[in-house]
């Protein structure tokens, strides 16, 4: 798998980030399922780790979109407010 990078990835208003958040949860649980099928439950300690730590990134950025979606709504309420006056 090969990730394009972050710089040639267009704006896309098809999606919403609820939405891939939601469907990117689904997946790891997914992968996790073909994990425990492959290698035995309880998973082996890297697997286990890797999956965690994409679940925690995933977690953060989320985290990040939101205090940026709060700090784009109380800026723009700043600005309804001063064209008010």
Do not use: W
Not at 18 to 36: C, D, F, N, P, S
Not at 66 to 79: D, F, G, H, R, V
Request: charged letters at 30%; glycine letters at 2%; hydrophobic letters at 30%.
């Amino acid at each position: 798998m090969k990730m394009r990078k972050y710089e040639d990835i267009k704006p896309s208003n098809r999606t919403n980030f609820v939405m891939v958040y939601y469907h990117a949860g689904r997946t790891l649980t997914q992968i996790e399922t073909l994990l425990k099928k492959a290698y035995g439950n309880p998973l082996p300690t890297r697997p286990r780790d890797r999956l965690n730590r994409l679940q925690f990134k995933l977690e953060q950025m989320t985290a990040r979109y939101k205090q940026s979606q709060n700090e784009l709504k109380a800026e723009y309420q700043a600005k309804k407010l001063n064209s008010i006056k």
